[in-house]
């Protein structure tokens, strides 16, 4: 039954991704972590109470995270509970929304550099301003890739460790890193913990993304390219995880990807990923995705043969 709930989850999200009219927890967080901050910034003055306040914060919703959906499943019996199973292991991924908003930038990129950089803004923290045709391709590359890890094999991973619950701690956890968790002067204290906790749960499964990447990219012809980026390439990032997957997509692709850019009217330099042997193209955005789409599959064969087995 739960192996059902799975491929039924799993199918929801292919086909009907994140629609912005429906509701859907990770905005309600959002909101929650939004209040949070503006409370936290009125009461703590000092980096220490900064720190202890954002402990607070990770502390507050990682309980609220998991125990609402809790109660519910507590609450819920027969047909209802199996709704909401499914429901918890459907919000929990992106696929379908990762594809839809990188077909979108390629499409308004059609119309003009400037329609590019406003709708690649939806989805990345830095400054899209001045980002030039390549930059604007290149970043839709690497956040494809990088969610990939964050936005659908790490939550499948805790949702088959955890069950739905293991879903729900780990995407409020990727929450308040996504809005408090960054280097900066305002958040650098903020936004530690939530930071830290962040790489600890990413850890395995950005290892696992990669890896996964490099068997994709046996279908491409280009797994020993792929596996020697990883090795060469996967500590090139501020992130002590995002380097796994953006190396094994820059080498599938064979292509550089990273290199400073503005976050929040601050320059950030940031290492290369990959051999610079040719200039990234909007084909290449296509091909991210279909890898994308790629190590989830050979994730949930894995998933359910082990499943099947114990």
Not at 4 to 25: E, M, N, Q, R, T
Request: net charge neutral; with cysteine.
């Amino acid at each position: 039954m739960i192996l059902k709930y799975l491929i039924l989850a799993v199918s929801l999200d292919w086909i009907l991704g994140d629609p912005y009219c429906f509701p859907h927890p990770v905005v309600l967080m959002g909101k929650l972590i939004h209040l949070e901050e503006k409370i936290a910034f009125h009461y703590a003055k000092t980096d220490k109470a900064q720190y202890i306040a954002g402990t607070m914060i990770v502390l507050v919703n990682c309980f609220v995270g998991l125990g609402i959906p809790a109660l519910v499943f507590y609450l819920l019996d027969g047909w209802l509970y199996g709704v909401f199973y499914i429901y918890s292991i459907y919000q929990a991924l992106c696929a379908r929304t990762l594809h839809y908003e990188a077909m979108q930038i390629k499409k308004a990129m059609k119309q003009s550099i400037s329609e590019g950089r406003k709708r690649l803004s939806y989805i990345v923290g830095r400054d899209t301003s001045q980002l030039e045709e390549e930059e604007i391709y290149k970043a839709t590359i690497e956040t494809v890739a990088e969610n990939t890890s964050d936005g659908i094999i790490a939550p499948l991973f805790y949702i088959f460790l955890l069950g739905p619950l293991g879903g729900y701690l780990y995407k409020t956890v990727n929450t308040m890193d996504s809005m408090i968790g960054y280097h900066t002067e305002k958040y650098e204290y903020l936004g530690k913990v939530a930071a830290q906790v962040d790489d600890v749960l990413n850890y395995i499964p950005a290892r696992i993304t990669g890896v996964l990447m490099a068997i994709v990219a046996i279908f491409y012809g280009r797994f020993k390219q792929t596996w020697s980026t990883i090795k060469e390439y996967r500590y090139a990032h501020l992130s002590p995880n995002a380097g796994y997957p953006e190396a094994a997509i820059a080498g599938i692709l064979d292509v550089s990807l990273g290199g400073g850019h503005v976050y929040f009217g601050k320059f950030i330099d940031k290492p290369r990923i990959g051999h610079f042997n040719r200039k990234i193209s909007p084909s290449d955005i296509n091909k991210t995705v279909q890898v994308m789409y790629g190590t989830e599959v050979i994730f949930l064969v894995i998933y359910i043969a082990i499943y099947c087995l114990f």
